[in-house]
């Protein structure tokens, strides 16, 4: 029974994770059981072919961003590492020009906690408004970039809205000032195209599990330019990986992420707007069927698989708790386990009550148009049925 309805739950939560594609893991498989030397050690042939798949994954991952040398690509244990590393590598390297940084209120808690902790330790942090689309303000930007601003740290899209940064213009601004730009691109791969050169950040995040490669591995990629960017390393060990990152290398991960990279790559616009067209179907049956419902976040320049939805009347986690079919979130991964209200709707200037109650539904490589039709008729039933139960209760309280 139980593995009977395991089988019937819809996953709507790919912002949060995705299924490793079986692509990946069929070139992930030989470096676990048949060739699973240590690729820092350099003294067998074993040893030298792990070291040399690890650069032929370095060097696909920086191709597929747009880079120009394999040298730029740290290979870490995903996004919040490689946020971490970027954040406090660079003020502390650059705590001699400055200790000024920018970002926004939206970004993720693995940029945000990063920047309090620095904050702590004297750094001066400001963190520009964001419009009800979740979107910067460009003007306040430039008002609050200063001569001793050494970061400017902005994600290209929000992983509970999908609304995308104008990343290109703002790094423009912050370069005019001699800013480094750090962008958290995790929940942007694989989803829209993103070149490094045309966003013009000198600092740039992913992680795998975000576009159907494994878990536990993800990178920094750092611009190659002279003179260089030098980071302070967070952890200290046996200097592997630049010395920025020390530690055994995961070279199936790093496999892993690289051929789910180029998959996704591939695939480009076809699946991007398939993938809209899902979407857009889903949240115009749900919006349509349902008074005071309303869609989160830029209606246009978003993720194609995106759509954040604010309910009206409704107990959003009673809401969750009635659809056991379904797999849906409410907002961040890293923050489902917190009860308050969306901080990112919250700083959209959505209302306390309707960031209270709002799903972010999340659509991935593998839905299809019936996943989409069963999700909406089954959130339009429950919420109706949700909504109805105090009338029911004052009639049954009326007849007692």
Request: glycine fraction near 10%; avoid cysteine; proline fraction near 4%.
């Given at each position: 029974m139980i593995a009977a309805m395991a089988e019937r739950v819809i996953y709507l939560d790919h912002n949060a994770t995705t299924p490793c594609d079986p692509r990946v893991v069929e070139a992930m498989l030989p470096f676990m059981t048949e060739r699973y030397a240590n690729s820092t050690t350099r003294?067998?042939?074993?040893?030298?072919?792990?070291?040399?798949?690890l650069e032929r994954a370095r060097t696909t991952v920086d191709r597929l961003l747009g880079?120009?040398?394999a040298s730029e690509v740290v290979f870490t244990a995903g996004a919040t590492?490689?946020?971490?590393?970027?954040?406090?590598?660079?003020?502390?390297?650059l705590v001699g020009r400055g200790r000024h940084i920018i970002s926004q209120p939206t970004e993720h808690?693995?940029?945000?906690?990063?920047?309090?902790a620095l904050a702590k330790r004297g750094w001066e942090i400001t963190l520009i408004g964001v419009d009800d689309a979740g979107r910067i303000n460009l003007g306040e930007l430039e008002s609050v970039l200063r001569d001793d601003t050494v970061?400017?740290?902005?994600?290209?899209?929000?992983n509970e809205t999908g609304t995308i940064q104008p990343l290109t213009d703002a790094a423009d601004l912050a370069h005019s000032c001699g800013a480094l730009v750090h962008c958290d691109a995790a929940q942007a791969i694989g989803k829209i195209p993103v070149d490094v050169a045309q966003l013009g950040v000198d600092l740039l995040t992913a992680s795998a599990h975000k576009f159907y490669g494994p878990k536990g591995v993800g990178a920094l990629w750092i611009r190659h330019r002279r003179p260089p960017i030098k980071l302070t390393p967070v952890i200290h060990g046996g200097g592997q990986e630049g010395g920025l990152r020390s530690g055994t290398p995961?070279?199936?991960?790093a496999i892993g992420m690289a051929t789910a990279l180029e998959i996704a790559t591939s695939a480009g616009d076809v699946e991007r707007a398939r993938?809209?067209?899902?979407?857009?179907?889903?949240?115009?049956?749900?919006?349509?069927?349902?008074?005071?419902?309303?869609?989160?976040?830029?209606g246009h320049n978003r993720l194609p698989n995106t759509s954040n939805l604010s309910i009206a009347g409704i107990d959003v986690n009673a809401l969750l708790a009635s659809l056991p079919d379904l797999a849906l979130n409410t907002g961040s991964a890293c923050t489902s386990a917190h009860p308050e209200p969306s901080p990112v709707l919250r700083a959209m200037g959505v209302s306390e009550e309707l960031a209270g109650a709002s799903l972010r539904l999340s659509l991935g490589r593998f839905t299809t148009k019936e996943d989409v039709d069963r999700t909406a008729a089954r959130i339009v039933e429950e919420v109706i049925r949700l909504r109805d139960m105090p009338a029911r209760m004052g009639r049954g309280s009326h007849r007692r």
């Open positions: 003294n067998h042939r074993p040893g030298r072919d792990a070291a040399s798949e880079g120009h040398a590492e490689g946020n971490n590393l970027a954040l406090m590598g660079a003020a502390e390297a808690a693995s940029v945000l906690e990063p920047l309090a970061l400017v740290s902005l994600m290209l899209a929000n995961n070279v199936p991960g993938t809209a067209l899902l979407r857009d179907r889903l949240e115009s049956s749900i919006l349509d069927a349902l008074d005071g419902s309303w869609q989160n976040g830029d």
